[in-house]
């Protein structure tokens, strides 16, 4: 009986869709361009793709269109090196019919409110190319060699593509020189700016404060712990509703993509393999029964601080999920071969280390009393 | 803890400082397992407000490394107690605890004999401040003769001061300058890269060079690109190898030509031959951001005498030098030796580097691929 309702004219703006858009909410009554793909996420999570076309939308769905390029993009994979930088050219693959649930699809779902610029997906693409590279995931030294260049391109698609759901088409090295000016940069330096200054509130971890680690990216040699913190330079209960969201939706995604990895022959690694999905699972658990933010107690508010020390260690844990998605690319490249799985264990021990120090940090309304600073 | 690789860690690491009075003063660090307890802890005899001082000083620190490990927790204690208005061992604090969990190590041999003077009112942001003339006066006293020297705070040996740094001293202005990277804040980018210095004897050493690039005042040409490039310790004709040197890799840049005032320093500028240039070419472009960057610290030997069409050819010593540098590399460091050494490495020497996280490139020519 729509005959009678009144005919809403499409309100969101999808014009830019391919060119500086790449994905956005759309709503019901809005035209998906051609070309474009509908993604539509039923009220349990699942998503399914459509043709573009008109979209109509059943109660607590939620749609996404998206173009699926490919983009043309510009990264700079070293802070300290403007003038030298990767070109790369990406797509999001048609739908992979052996996996249940396709990574963009969940990209989209649980880091994107709104729209996807390409800039923001610029950003985020470069914080984690620098993050990889600062941690040694990935090599691009100076003078790379060929087999060098070929395992950087190997190990940075795969990292796109178990991170993003992205598709590496092209990737170049280019030389940003005539628009990027390192000397006019550093001219801009010469000007003081104020320092931010950093007052510990105790108990707060060292690892946590996202916003000082931001401005830590000013200075320090490595920037990439900072970079992703940069996006919410101060960090509010908006960035922990999303990192929450993010660790719900995310890491039980993880744990299956761990679970697919072939491990190799032996009772120990089999064992260790258990032990850590048996570890992401609990986290998982801690996140799904996380307490609210802003209450000690029922009917009990909680100081500021501590609200901002929760945050804190919310982000943390969020980093420790970042790091979890580049180690399962890193693991779907190596393969069952013994030394390397034994090195990526102990890596995934770290990532779950600290993933359960922040999850621990942010479920106490209050720091534990420590016997003299212990 | 550092990258991929996982070299063995040390059980306990050492630094130590100079107090004003002339008293040397030691900071051990060890790990123990983090089971539920701080990420640092810190003990000072009697000075509990000072534990804690360092206690906060070391996690700001930690702000600023790239790579988290809750796993261990590091255990700091100092002795004896410095009275609460000194902070030069704020640096010596920082290091020991880098130190212990393998992000930072001073040379082989050296491990124990790590003097460290500094403080800063921004750990958080990397900065090390201090005094390092006066530092040096009182620490030196104190360095044992394989001893290294690390003072905060800046030297700007084109302004006319001494140059305190040599050999077994170094001045950092950034916890980064460890690994010789440019400091992102300053309006001057410095890069220091490492050479092998072959005598034939104990005194081999990796010495570095360090390429500081000023970017010249908007739309000022200079008179002559030789004549920008300023190099205090080198007397004239080995000034001139410099200057050419640079110029010539600058031509090849592209990009590199009249836009930068030049100053190269020498841990030890009393030096044979021309295996330097490698290095000093690679520092030049670090420094004015125009080629991917180490982890750790950049390792080269090499010369040419084609350096405007990019080309690397083989040095001398190469047997002793290979040997410097197995030695002498750690985690992250990227080395470049020329093409024609390919063929030549003992075997397993790459692998070996490997192990410990260090990269090795053999190049025909610089730049990419």
């Known amino acids: 009986m729509g005959f009678f309702l009144r005919r809403r004219a499409p309100r969101t703006d999808l014009a830019g869709l391919g060119d500086t858009l790449v994905a956005h909410a759309c709503e019901t009554g809005d035209v998906a361009p051609a070309g474009t793909t509908l993604l539509v996420f039923g009220a349990n999570g699942q998503a399914r793709r459509q043709l ?46 052996r996996v249940a649930q396709q990574r963009f699809d969940l990209f989209l779902y649980s880091e994107v409110a709104q729209g996807l610029a390409l800039v923001q997906l610029q950003e985020r693409l470069q914080a984690a190319l620098q993050l990889a590279l600062a941690q040694g995931v990935l090599e691009l030294a100076p003078c790379t060699t060929l087999e060098e260049w070929h395992a950087f391109r190997a190990g940075f698609n795969q990292l796109l593509y178990t991170r993003f759901g992205l598709t590496v088409d092209d990737c ?73 969201r993010r660790l719900f939706l995310e890491l039980p995604a993880l744990s299956s993509g761990l679970r697919l990895l072939e491990v190799p022959a032996g009772a120990d690694a089999f064992a260790a393999h258990q032990a850590l999905l048996l570890r992401l699972g609990m986290a998982s658990l801690n996140v799904q029964s996380m307490p609210t933010l802003g209450w000690s107690a029922p009917d009990q508010a909680l100081p500021l601080v501590q609200q901002q020390r929760r945050i804190g260690h919310t982000l943390l844990s969020l980093q420790a999920l970042d790091e979890g998605w580049s180690l399962l690319a890193q693991w779907q490249r190596s393969g069952n071969d013994t030394s390397a799985w034994r090195l990526l264990h102990d890596q995934a021990d770290r990532v779950c280390a600290n993933l359960e120090t922040g999850l621990a940090g942010r479920r106490q309304p209050y720091p534990p009393e420590q016997e003299d600073g212990a | 803890m550092s990258g991929i690789s996982h070299p063995r860690l040390p059980d306990y690491a050492v630094c130590r400082s100079v107090l004003a009075d002339g008293r040397l003063l030691t900071i051990t660090a060890s790990r123990r397992a983090r089971g539920n307890r701080a990420d640092v802890k810190c003990h000072v005899a009697a000075a509990p407000a000072l534990a804690l001082r360092m206690q906060q000083v070391v996690r700001m620190a930690r702000l600023t490394e790239a790579l988290l490990d809750s796993r261990d927790q590091v255990l700091l204690s100092m002795d004896p107690a410095p009275n609460a208005r000194e902070r030069d061992w704020e640096l ?13 190590a001073a040379a082989p041999g050296a491990e124990q004999a790590l003097l460290a003077l500094g403080w800063s009112d921004a750990w958080h942001l990397g900065r090390v401040e201090g005094e390092p003339l006066q530092a040096q006066r009182i620490a030196m006293a104190h360095l044992a003769p394989d001893g290294v020297l690390v003072l905060g705070g800046q030297v700007r040996s084109d302004a006319g001061e001494p140059d305190v740094s040599g050999a077994r001293c170094s001045v950092i202005g950034h916890l980064g300058a460890l690994h010789g990277h440019a400091d992102l804040a300053d309006c001057v980018a410095s890069v220091r890269s490492w050479f092998p210095l072959y005598c034939g004897g104990s005194q081999d050493s990796l010495a570095w060079l360090e390429v500081s690039v000023f970017p010249l005042a908007a739309g000022t040409v200079p008179a002559s690109e030789e004549d920008s ?32 005032r030049t100053l190269v320093r020498f841990s030890q500028p009393e030096f044979q031959g021309n295996s330097y240039e490698l290095a000093l ?16 610290r950049l390792i080269a030997t090499g010369q040419s005498s084609a350096w405007h069409a990019g080309l690397v050819e083989a040095v001398d010593g190469q047997q002793a030098k290979l040997a410097l540098i197995a030695r002498q590399a750690g985690a992250g460091d990227r080395i470049l030796l020329p093409a024609g050494w390919a063929a030549a490495l003992p075997a397993g020497y790459v692998a070996g580097l490997r192990q410990r996280g260090a990269s090795l490139a053999c190049i025909e020519r610089i730049g990419m691929i």
């Open chain 2, 281 to 296: 070419v690679m520092a030049d472009r670090m420094a004015r951001g125009r080629e991917f960057l180490p982890r750790g």
């Open chain 1, 172 to 244: 170049v090295p280019i030389d940003l020189a005539p628009q990027a000016d390192y000397a006019a940069q550093l001219r801009a330096r010469a000007v003081p700016v104020p320092v931010p200054t950093f007052n510990p509130i105790a108990g707060m971890p060292a690892e946590a404060p996202a916003h000082v680690a931001a401005a830590a990216s000013a200075v320090s040699a490595v920037s990439a712990v900072s970079a992703i913190a940069a996006s919410h330079v101060r960090p509010d209960a908006q960035a922990d509703a999303r990192g929450l």
């Open chain 1, 52 to 97: 573009a076309g008109k979209v109509a939308l059943a109660e607590a769905e939620r749609a996404w269109c998206f173009h699926p390029g490919p983009y043309t993009l510009t990264l700079l994979p070293f802070a300290a090196a403007p003038e030298w930088g990767l070109q790369l050219k990406v797509v999001v693959d048609a739908a992979n019919p």
């Open chain 2, 229 to 260: 490039i300023a190099a205090p310790q080198l007397d004239p004709a080995r000034l001139q190898a410099l200057r050419q040197t640079l110029c010539a890799a600058r031509h090849f840049d592209g990009h590199g030509l009249g836009r930068w």
């Open chain 2, 92 to 104: 010596a604090a920082v290091l020991a605890d880098r130190m212990v969990r393998g992000l930072y």
